[in-house]
């Protein structure tokens, strides 16, 4: 498995990332988030405005069990930490 990641640096979006298996599957917009200092990854989701007006999030990928999901989560939230370290941020102010 081959993750990608991009720098954003937007509100508490840290970086997105990009899954690839040996297959050829591509994965986009798997998201690192940054909240209150603590590194969260969010999974894509489709989201829908039902008949009431009630707007609902399906998730993309689903998993067998919780276990799975959360292996998942920390193996992209471990390949981000070690990115983030080799590729340091680099913030450009404007006087």
Same mark, same amino acid.
């Given at each position: 498995m081959d993750i990608r990641f991009r720098? &954003?640096?937007y509100g508490i979006v840290e970086a997105r990332a990009v899954l690839k298996t040996k297959d050829g599957f591509l994965l986009n917009e798997i998201t690192i988030l940054s909240r209150d200092?603590?590194?969260e990854v969010e999974?894509?989701?489709k989201s829908f405005r039902a008949k009431d007006g009630k707007l609902h999030n399906l998730d993309i990928i689903?998993?067998?069990d919780e276990d799975?999901?959360?292996l998942f989560l920390l193996e992209i939230k471990n390949a981000f930490l070690d990115w983030r370290k080799r590729q340091k941020k680099v913030r &450009?102010?404007?006087s």
């Open positions: 720098d &954003v640096n200092g603590k590194l999974l894509p989701q689903t998993f067998d799975q999901k959360t &450009v102010y404007e």
